[in-house]
Each structure stands twice: as C-alpha cells, then as structure tokens.
C-alpha cells in the first residue's frame, strides 16, 4: 500500500518538473540546449543531411553505416532540443531542419558552420543523393513498366470522371493561354482542359508514359498541347510562363512536394491558378510498398503553407470522399505582386560579400 503511494506521488514530481521546465526554459536556453544536441560529430551530420529535404531513419542508417536504435537516439535528442521536426506518416517518420519558430534560425545557423569542402560531409551528401537516386530510378521503373495500364490503374482509387468534372469546375473557365501539366503522365489533364487553353505542355519523367501520353493527344486531336521529357526539379521553362498549372496525382510520390511547389511557382505568372489534386491523408501502407507512394496523402492545413511560402494564395479547396481514398483538390492562385522566389542568402554567403 505505502509503496503504491510513494509511486504515484513520483508520478506527480517529474509531470510537475518537466511542465515547469518547459514553460520556463528562456530563449537563450532553447539556444544553448540546441548547441549541445548538435555538438556532437554524428548529430551535427544528421542536422545537415537533414537541411536539404525530408530523410527517413532507414536512410540515415544506411548513410551513416549506424545501427538503427543509435540513429534514432541522435534524431530523438535533435527532434527534442527543437532543431528538427518530426513527421510521422504511417510506419514511416521524415525529419528535416526546423524551418519556423524561434529555433529556425540557430538551426540554420549551425547548418552553415559546417565547412563546405568537408570530406565526410561531402560523402555523406553523396551517399544520401545515391540512395534517393536509386528510389527515383526504382519509381521510374515502376512507371515505365504500368505505362500502358496506368489508364486501368487510376480507376482503382477514385471515380475519375468526379474528379475531371470538379477540376473542370473550379479552373478558370476561359482565358487559359498556356497552361502546364506536372509529372503529365498519359496527358489526362491536357485532355481534360484542352478545350479551354490556347496551349497545353505536359512534362514527365517518364519517357514511356511521355509515349503513351503523344498518342493519347494525336488521338484526341489536341494539337495545341505537346508534351517533353522533363523533371520537376529542374523545370526548363523560363519564370512566369505558365497562367495555369495542374499537378494531379503527383505530389505523393516526391521527396520533397513543398521544394517542387517553390519550383512550379517560379514558372507561373502573377494571377495564373494552380490545382493540387492528391489524397487526404490515409493510411493504406500498401500503397507504398506495391505503388512507389512516397507519402500517404496530405493535409491541407501542409499543402495551405506549402503554396503560401510559394507566394500562392489558397483559394478553394474541393474534397471528393471515396472509400478507401478521399481525393483533395487545391486551388491557390499567385500573389500579383510576387516576386519571383529567390532563396535568401546563407550566413556564409553573406560573409563573403
Ligand atoms: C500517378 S501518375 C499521374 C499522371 C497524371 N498526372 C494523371 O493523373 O493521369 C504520376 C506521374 O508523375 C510523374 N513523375 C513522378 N515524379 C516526377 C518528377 N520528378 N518530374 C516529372 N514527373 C514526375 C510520373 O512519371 C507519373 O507519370
């Protein structure tokens, strides 16, 4: 009896404690227990490989050559100190640089102390880039060998025609001169919305379903839209040529959806629309494993940031219930007066200017 008493009362001490830590803890001490997570060689690499987008533990693992439990105590102690977040999605946990908050900037800052000719760095940042190499080819395949069947393959999550019929509503409904469409696949949305754009450009990835995507328009008749060999990242368009962008079912496969939101903001027009359509957030792991999902749908509140650190201002958003999968669609629409996105400088550049 006394000994239960004595358990709950320890109970009550740390809760206590660790509430008037937290609520007590100044700036300076945020700032002070982040430089003591990041001193240390393997945490210090972890917080740069985690500034360049999200990483998972399992390529830490392999980066590093670390066993697992070890990785995740350093992630543990960075996530806690305030320096990186933590995204759980199913089984799967991204972490990346905190990028707002007070501890954004000493994030940062410590990033940059880094040297930039490092060899261990450098091979860690080499190594990383392999591995999302690999999984990119991985997707390409996977791409390449569905090419033909991806029409059959699409009907398995949604109704289709609910989905066309919805962006078909919430698009401008005249005046598109140019329109773009990300990661095109077989050309559906040039098709979709060829009626209402003066020209159509679909990029892809993927030669083979560029291939299906040509005889898809020749067909259709569409000769105003064309489409290229083209990655997101790497966007060969100048600024501001598009008024219209459309990215259907394609965010869930990147690594980095906000970085390739920055990208497609670049090359739209101040006033052009850009439609998202992906999943709500669910949790078919299967996805994944048989389909190259990279991420199990998003929130809105997640794609809402993404667009608006973009300079795009959300405007509507349309939810499309299904079972087992919920389609999303966003519309945002890019700030008159933005400016075309360029990076702010890092400390060190900085420094030498
Ligand atoms: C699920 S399909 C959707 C195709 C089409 N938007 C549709 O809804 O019918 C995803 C497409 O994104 C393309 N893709 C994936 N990553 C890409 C990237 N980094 N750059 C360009 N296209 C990409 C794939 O090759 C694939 O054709």
Redesign the pocket.
């Known amino acids: 009896m006394a000994g239960h008493h004595i358990h709950n009362l320890y109970d009550i001490d740390i809760k206590i404690s660790l509430y008037v830590n937290i609520s007590i803890m100044s700036e300076l001490d945020q700032i002070m227990e982040a430089m003591r997570a990041a001193a240390e060689p393997t945490r210090l690499r972890i917080l740069v490989l985690c500034a360049a987008g999200d990483v998972t533990v399992t390529e830490l693992v392999r980066v590093m050559g670390q066993s697992q439990p070890r990785i995740s105590r350093h992630l543990k102690v960075l996530s806690s100190a305030g320096l990186l977040t933590r995204t759980p999605e199913g089984s799967w946990v991204f972490y990346r640089l905190v990028s707002s908050g007070p501890l954004a900037a000493t994030a940062r800052q410590l990033v940059d102390l880094a040297p930039e000719g490092d060899e261990v760095l450098n091979r860690d940042r080499e190594r990383l880039a392999r591995i999302k190499l690999e999984r990119?080819e991985e997707?390409?395949l996977y791409?390449n060998q569905n090419a033909r069947y991806?029409d059959e393959l699409?009907t398995m999550h949604v109704d289709d025609a609910q989905v066309e019929a919805a962006v078909l509503d919430l698009m401008p409904r005249a005046g598109i001169q140019n329109l773009l469409?990300?990661?095109?696949?077989?050309g559906?949305?040039l098709e979709v919305l060829g009626d209402r754009i003066n020209h159509g450009q679909g990029?892809?990835?993927?030669r083979e379903?560029l291939a299906v995507a040509r005889t898809h328009l020749e067909q259709a008749g569409l000769k105003h839209c064309q489409v290229r060999h083209?990655?997101?990242?790497q966007l060969p368009f100048p600024y501001d040529s598009f008024d219209a962008v459309t990215v259907?079912?394609?965010l869930h496969?990147?690594d980095d959806p906000a970085q390739a939101i920055q990208m497609i903001a670049q090359v739209m027009m101040p006033d052009g629309h850009l439609l998202i359509?992906d999943f709500a957030p669910h949790e078919l792991e299967e996805l994944r494993r048989e389909h190259k999902h990279r991420r199990l749908g998003f929130r809105d509140d997640e794609v809402e940031a993404w667009c608006e650190a973009a300079g795009l201002k959300p405007i509507r958003t349309r939810r499309l219930p299904g079972n087992p999968l919920t389609v999303t669609i966003w519309l945002a629409q890019k700030d008159d007066l933005a400016m075309t996105y360029v990076p702010p400088p890092t400390l060190r550049e900085r420094a030498r200017t």
């Open positions: 990119a997707a390409a791409f991806w699409r469409d990300v990661g095109t696949g077989t559906r949305m990029i892809d990835i993927s379903m083209a990655n997101l990242a259907h079912q394609v496969f990147l359509v």
